[in-house]
């Protein structure tokens, strides 16, 4: 009896050791970071930035001595 609950167990494990769930994912959208690169331009204020400059957008503003640099894109 001990052998035949034994030997159960062996090919239960042998069974499920070479099981290996797969998940599926699709993929969405792909892009090219290398053509897609945004250019960031600074400009120095003495008061804080304005949020369109120049046609660009503010995206960061930076505090310094004597003023702000306000990050555009």
Do not use: C, H
Request: hydrophobic content about 40%.
């Amino acid at each position: 009896m001990r052998k035949r609950i034994t030997l159960m167990l062996f090919l239960l494990l042998s069974m499920t050791a070479g099981y290996t769930p797969t998940v599926q994912a699709d993929t969405l959208l792909v892009v090219d970071v290398e053509s897609q690169r945004a250019s960031y331009v600074a400009y120095n204020f003495i008061s804080y930035p304005p949020q369109t400059y120049n046609g660009k957008t503010l995206v960061k503003v930076d505090k310094i001595k004597g003023g702000y640099v306000g990050w555009y894109v």
